[in-house]
């Protein structure tokens, strides 16, 4: 897993220096699209690939699996022959992109193992939906052919699709390879805000910006035009084209605030069910010699729940689920917004949750409602700069799945009370385990690159591990995480007071601090609901420093009850 570093300046999404840098299927139709990816980059000292930045530096080649010869599965299923890392391959590979499985040995190693067999390129398939940066080890120097990482997904795409036949695959630098070829990557076209919003709430004058930036790849200067729409139940409902000249090698940015700009998505009234925003890229007088890069599309609902996520099939749309944890997992949808009324609450969350070992019934799966309260920074100043230091627990929930059958499967989950959400205040809706086993789901279609770096706010951010915070997996997936919002939720009066604790995780000391004043009784229990703790405190100014020491290393929830009887809840982590 990476973090994700921005360097944006205003809101130009600057994808120049690499997005002539692509790896994309040829044939058959089947896979002839983009995949994300990592290179071997040798700028970095440790490999002695051909450097993509340079225009025209490209392979374009069949696939071809590796296979020196080793019997067995690794632990994903996949051949161990396939790893490359137990010396020659003994498949003749000339002329051939090698595929090779990520695992034992390090990623030059395979590399040269696939150069030394006449590979003419190397794709290294991850062991999990994500792609990260590859070292060079001991051997990168030694490595003249071109080397890049796919994830499990795009990988299993590819190597499916051999089952039929001959798969080509282009990887490198497209940059002049024709005339007149303009187009964008997927990564540089926004999404809607959100996958599903309730039919209430985008009545409620729901609008959002489309925008994408496209890209002159050819080596004549030419009018680029992009085209967006949207359809909807009731028929199309957006249709706006934009040009502008762009010369060879050059970018057109066309996002709100820049000379060329798209109109703001606003129907005024929205119909339920499902939409497509599609944007398509054409030259003005001329063919694109290489049209594969043209089309763009966003699938979103109208529907009864609130989601970075699409909906498939009339339920929350899933199909990936990453994870990278030794202990502990906590994965987030951040939301911030205006609602229908001041009754509007969440009564509960869709989610769907896998174990690796298939064993789900009866895990814990925390669900929390934050209201994130740090000073706003823009994530344009970096990551290291977000911080989440100032949580209040608003609402919960716990979850216990009733068999193995709801692996990976989407399940609802009510949460204790309904939470009232109030307009514009930031939110952080989570899902955690202490299960390093146990994965969420989310939706990777919808790709909120372009919308991280113009809205200039995290998408679904997570914790791993109990220590670092991160933008979210690469290409800023979307959470399946769908919030059921209903009028008039039960939310009565309230008892419970806001309340969190800090730092958290704590090792021996966590200071309580709560909107209240005087004596208070605490009580600390253990996620099995074993009370670990007890203890009368004194809220001064709300705060109250609390011994943990005693306890062990774990999760606990902290429960203060008031004089008056009001109470306040939320969770700590014990290093």
Known sequence: MKKLILSLIGVVFAFAATSQVVVRGVSPEAIANNFAFEWADPAGGDWSTPDFLIPNTFVEAPIMLADDGTVGENPQGNPLSAEACNGPLINDMTGKIAIIYRNTCEFGYKALQAQNAGAVGVIILNRVNEVVGMGGGAEGLNVTIPTVMLSSVDGATLTDEMANGEVVVFMGNKQNLFANDAGSVQAAAMSPRYGSIPVDMANNNYSFQVGIEVYNFGSADN??????????????????????????????????????????????????????????????????????????????????????????????????????????????????????????????????????DSLLQDEEIIIDIFEWNDAWVDVTAGWASITFDDLSQVGGGLYYPASNDENGQVVYAPLDAGVALADNQRYLACLTTYNPNISFGYDNSLYYDANYSIYAQPISPLNIDGTTWYSGWSGVSALSLGLKIEENAGIEEATEIAGSAYPNPANDQVTIDIDAEGTATLLVSDISGRIALTSAVKLVDGKSSIDISSLDTGVYMFNVTLENGSTSTFSVVKK
């Open 223 to 356: 009018t680029i035009n992009v085209n967006a729409t949207i359809d909807g139940p009731g028929g199309n409902i957006y249709n706006e084209t934009v040009s502008s000249l762009v010369v060879s090698g050059d970018t057109l940015p066309i996002f709100n605030g820049n000379p060329t700009e798209f109109p703001l998505v606003a129907p005024g009234t929205w119909d339920e069910g499902d939409y497509t925003l599609t944007y398509t890229v054409s030259i003005e007088g001329q063919t694109d010699e290489s049209d594969f890069d043209n089309v763009f599309v966003r699938n979103f609902s109208v529907t009864s729940m609130l989601s970075l996520a699409g909906q498939e099939n009339g339920s929350l749309k899933v199909n990936s689920f990453p994870s990278n944890a030794t202990s502990s997992y906590q994965t987030c949808m951040m939301l911030q917004d205006v609602y229908p009324s001041v009754t509007s609450g969440v009564t509960g969350v869709y989610f769907a949750a896998q174990a690796s």
